[in-house]
């Protein structure tokens, strides 16, 4: 379908006012966020808006579409996401709890060499992008991605052994 008549963009509306509600609640149940469910149903429609093989079954095809963009959107946000936004924060009852914690994490990166250790806390810590890091440090980008990831691989399977 080609948005190049009245009547495909009728039937575009028309699958619009059918399904948006139904496909923005699944997506939203995927994705978790409001606006990414928003993103992926729009995109969804401009895919589908701007296909030029039949469709026999419009209701599907969508909700395949929806589905897939769902996966690409969690795997985009799972590998952008810092850290501390993939764990869960705990709730601490006092001061004493949060620092408990920091010791906890601490002794952790006190495992990994200093220099994985640096830039784990200014990624996460300080929210500094890689090529911010690489910039302080002076050290190419890739260097410290590798850094990150080597430290954050160790801490990984200081947890599953």
Not at 33 to 59: C, G, H, M, W, Y
Not at 115 to 129: D, M, N, P, W, Y
Request: charged content about 30%; proline content about 4%.
């Amino acid at each position: 379908m080609k948005l190049n008549s009245n009547n495909n963009i009728e039937q575009l509306a028309e699958w619009i006012d059918k399904w948006q509600e139904q496909l923005f609640r699944y997506a939203f149940y995927r994705v978790g966020n409001r606006s990414d469910a928003e993103d992926v149903v729009q995109d969804a429609f401009l895919k589908i808006a701007s296909t030029t093989t039949p469709i026999s079954n419009p209701k599907a095809y969508l909700f395949r579409i929806v589905s897939n963009g769902c996966v690409d959107m969690i795997r985009r946000k799972s590998t952008l996401a810092p850290l501390e936004e993939k764990m869960t924060s705990p709730a601490y009852s006092n001061e004493m709890e949060a620092e408990e914690e920091f010791r906890r994490i601490e002794r952790l990166l006190s495992l990994l060499p200093e220099s994985q250790t640096e830039v784990i806390r200014l990624h996460i810590h300080a929210g500094l992008k890689f090529t911010e890091i690489a910039e302080m440090l002076e050290e190419p980008a890739t260097t410290i991605k590798s850094r990150f990831a080597s430290g954050i691989e160790k801490l990984k399977q200081r947890f599953i052994n």
